[in-house]
């Protein structure tokens, strides 16, 4: 499979191995999934990442990413 992805950092760490950099398809559609570039966890949905970027760290981007990761991936 060809590597479409690209990284980038997340204010948010991830749940799992709190690493910053997470990782997207190319495309970036709001409802391609975004994984932890370090452990491959399935974090946020795209959109929601946008949200987090957006607002900033805090508890309700925390809480946002909380949700997202701990919610079925596919
Ligand atoms: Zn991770």
Redo the contacts with the bound molecule.
């Keep these: 499979m060809p590597d479409l992805s690209t990284d980038f950092r997340l204010p948010v760490?991830?749940?799992?191995?709190?690493?910053h950099r997470m990782r997207v398809s190319q495309v970036k559609n709001p409802d391609d999934k975004v994984f932890?570039?370090?452990?491959?966890?399935y974090?946020c949905l795209y959109h929601e990442a946008e949200t987090v970027l957006q607002q900033g760290p805090g508890s309700d981007s925390e809480a946002l990413i909380e949700k997202a990761a701990n919610s079925p991936s596919d």
């Design positions: 760490a991830c749940p799992n191995c709190g690493s932890c570039a370090s452990c491959r966890r974090v």
